[in-house]
């Protein structure tokens, strides 16, 4: 394998594979490299813009840890993550779409029980959301393990104020399962719009191509629950001035919903309020795994 030039060097690449006993490592790695390849053709990429993605690659690395994961960032915001979530999450009409994860979900999040306050210090105007998990068939899902995780007012995860000492630990954020009518029920704060993490290269990337890094206000769940596929997904606040350009493409119209606003008076959880405070109710189908189908 000598004097390989420009016509020649994506076949010498994918040749030197061919030991490889893999048949699915090979056949992704054989199609990167030619994507890679005709990329770099069709853009006729100079030597000075291969440095500087590689400086900027190495930026991303630098700056990924076990809090900030700037790779997933790039992915979120080049539309990789909405791809390689709609192409593994077709699911029939009527069950509830799925969404982009992001990076702020935390393993292990304290268990409420059925209409307990999950903010436990975060800060922002009061929500209770209530809603049903069901089957596609309308059969009420009980014991549903339902994780839920938003940012405060600051428009921050608690995972954002680490550093700040383990009082931000678990703050708007928890688990429940459902009722034996599949019903939910908890109170937390109002989601609200908030830009995606911007002070690094992806940041300085979305600057560059004149986007903005802000998402659309919106809780995240995360439904499991035995013989249905899981559900990853979000509910947007309607009216939100991000829902047509969310930073990370995750929107479906399906999972917006409106967020009641309510003078201050007895709230859903029987408490006197002295400020207004929020309703949200949505439902969630599932889908049935193909094993149980
Ligand atoms: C989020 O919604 O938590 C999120 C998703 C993608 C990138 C950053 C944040
Ligand atoms: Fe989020």
């Known amino acids: 394998m000598r004097n390989i030039n420009e016509d020649t060097i994506t076949q010498a690449v994918i040749a030197a594979m061919s030991g490889c006993t893999d048949g699915r490592l090979t056949s ?54 909405t791809l390689v979530t709609a192409q593994n999450n077709a699911k029939p009409p009527g069950c509830t779409e799925a969404t982009v994860f992001g990076p702020f979900f935390v393993e292990g999040a304290p268990w409420f029980e059925y209409g ?22 309308g059969r009420p899902i009980s014991a549903a393990v ?46 609200q719009p908030y830009p995606i993490p911007h002070d690094g290269p992806v940041g300085r990337m979305l600057d560059a191509l004149g986007r903005h890094p802000w998402r659309p206000a919106h809780l995240h769940f995360m439904i499991e629950a035995p013989g249905y596929e899981k559900l990853i997904t979000h509910v947007f606040r309607d009216g939100d001035q991000y829902l047509d350009s969310d930073a990370v493409f995750g929107v479906r119209s399906t999972l917006i919903a409106d967020w009641k606003r309510h003078d201050p008076g007895v709230a859903p959880d029987g408490h006197d309020l002295a400020v207004p405070y929020y309703t949200l109710e949505f439902d969630f189908v599932l889908n049935p795994s193909r094993e149980k189908q």
């Open 116 to 137: 307990q306050d999950i903010a436990n210090g975060a800060r922002g105007e009061p929500c209770f959301v209530r809603g049903q998990v069901r089957g596609i068939d």
């Open 28 to 81: 992704i790695m054989t199609s990167l490299v030619q994507h890679l390849h005709s990329f770099a053709r069709e853009v006729k990429l100079t030597e000075a813009e291969w440095e500087q993605a590689i400086r900027f690659l190495t930026e991303v690395g630098h700056i990924t840890d076990d809090k900030r994961q700037e790779f997933i960032l790039l992915s979120d915001t080049l539309g990789l993550s």
């Open 146 to 191: 339902i994780d839920v995780w938003q940012s405060d007012d600051a428009g921050h995860y608690d995972v954002q104020y680490a550093g700040s000492g383990a009082e931000f630990e678990h703050r708007a954020r928890g688990r429940f399962r459902s009722g034996a009518d599949g019903h939910f029920r908890f109170r937390s704060i109002l989601a």
